[in-house]
T-cell receptor, first 117, second 109 residues
Framework: GAVVSQHPSRVICKSGTSVKIECRSL??????MFWYRQFPKKSLMLMAT?????????EQGVEKDKFLINHASLTLSTLTVTSAHPEDSSFYIC?????????????FGQGTRLTVV | GQNIDQPTEMTATEGAIVQINCTYQ??????LFWYQQHAGEAPTFLSY??LDGLEEKGRFSSFLSRSKGYSYLLLKELQMKDSASYLC??????????WGAGTKLIIKP
């Protein structure tokens, strides 16, 4: 199956700093990328949907100024957690899809464990 | 509203068979997915159903009934490594994935 690479896998940062998470589709062009957040023992919570070259669509309750998403190319999307606080500590997962083809499968990155201290 | 229901936790014995059910109510339907997720890892794709019936893939099978808004994932010959959470997700009319909360499957020797 297609490969989506997410980096870093783990990051620890100080409160007030910003953290950038990268999501790359390695062998296909991702027209759409999704960013999820997952709390312990909970399902995935969609944060935002980003289409290449356009602004991301954020889900209700997600602060767009805090979680900056950039989808500048068909193979790269980034999520920047700005001025991180301990409550932002979570598991962040990206997912990529190519809507132009017949595939409906969403391919996931490995996830990023963010700990804000 | 949109809703996906699946049991929170199930326990089964190594070598046995287990069925994990999923019921859904969504605005439109463009397919149902099952994913496996081990603790601390991202989900991995197991199956996709868009038409009614049973799809078999090795030890795993997935069934769909669109009229009943119902699916199940069947795991045969259970192995200890099958201990994980199993997530049911439905793609709605906007091609967005609506996720269930996941079923934690515990396999006992």
């Amino acid at each position: 199956g297609a490969v989506v690479s997410q980096h870093p896998s783990r990051v620890i940062c100080k409160s007030g700093t910003s953290v950038k998470i990268e999501c790359r589709s390695l062998d296909f062009q991702a027209t759409t990328m999704f960013w999820y957040r997952q709390f312990p023992k909970k399902s995935l919570m969609l944060m935002a949907t980003s289409n290449e070259g356009s602004k991301a669509t954020y889900e209700q309750g997600v602060e767009k100024d805090k979680f900056l998403i950039n989808h500048a190319s068909l193979t790269l999307s980034t999520l920047t957690v700005t001025s991180a606080h301990p409550e932002d500590s979570s598991f962040y997962i990206c997912s990529a899809r190519d809507f132009r083809g017949d595939s409906t499968e969403a391919f996931f990155g490995q996830g990023t464990r963010l700990t804000v201290v | 509203g949109q809703n996906i229901d699946q049991p929170t936790e199930m326990t089964a014995t190594e070598g046995a068979i287990v069925q994990i059910n999923c019921t859904y109510q969504t605005s439109g339907f463009n397919g149902l997915f099952w994913y496996q997720q081990h603790a601390g890892e991202a989900p991995t794709f197991l199956s996709y159903n868009v038409l009614d019936g049973l799809e078999e893939k090795g030890r795993f099978s997935s069934f769909l009934s669109r009229s009943k808004g119902y699916s199940y994932l069947l795991l045969k010959e259970l192995q200890m490594k099958d201990s994980a959470s199993y997530l049911c997700a439905v793609m709605d009319s906007n091609y967005q994935l609506i996720w269930g909360a996941g079923t934690k499957l515990i396999i006992k020797p």
